[in-house]
């Protein structure tokens, strides 16, 4: 009528064997995926340790009797290989996207250097423009300038740069 003793003894021990073998399988895979993200995470914390740009030099261009003129800036890469395509640039405090221009490059790989141009400014003795080059490992450079002279003539001049990581663990 019913299973035997050794028949439901055996039964129990299948299902014990099948739940500890599910068991470690499921404990072999987290393990797994904790250790590839530690893996990727101490990857993330190097790159953003060894990261750096610096502005190496700026150019401007205008035309006389025009009130406005464009800035390049020439950003160099000291550190890891970056992506320019991942950056994210800050004009004045805002996201911009149309003053800004800059190539399309892949990469920046370390001791080459890109150039980051700011159109279309006024040229005006008391605004202080400022611009934040965010990398994609959350590190920026920040470069201050302002225009030295009057609305017609004069040229601008870099008065700070500074290269920060916020994230550093």
């Not at 399988?25 to 990261?51: C, F, G, I, P, W």
């Not at 800050?90 to 221009?101: D, E, F």
């Not at 890109?114 to 934040?132: A, E, F």
């Amino acid at each position: 009528m019913g299973l035997s003793v050794p028949a439901a003894f055996a039964v129990l021990l299948m299902a014990t064997l099948v739940s500890f073998g599910v068991l470690y399988v499921s404990s072999e895979n987290a393990y797994s995926l904790m250790r590839h993200a530690a893996e990727d995470y101490n990857q993330m914390v190097l790159k953003a340790k060894t990261s750096e740009l610096e502005l190496t030099g700026y150019s401007y261009s205008t035309q006389p009797n025009v009130t406005v003129y464009d800035i390049t800036f020439n950003i160099t890469n000291e550190g890891s290989i970056l992506s320019p395509v991942k950056w994210v640039y800050i004009y004045n405090g805002g996201l911009t996207g149309s003053k800004v221009l800059t190539s399309n490059r892949k990469y920046l790989l370390p001791g080459e250097w890109i150039g980051v141009t700011v159109q279309n400014l006024q040229k005006d003795r008391t605004q202080v423009h400022s611009l934040v080059i965010s990398t994609e490992v959350g590190c920026a450079l920040k470069i201050k300038w302002e225009w030295i002279g009057n609305a017609t003539s004069g040229s601008p001049q870099v008065i700070s740069s500074a290269w920060y990581c916020p994230v550093e663990g």
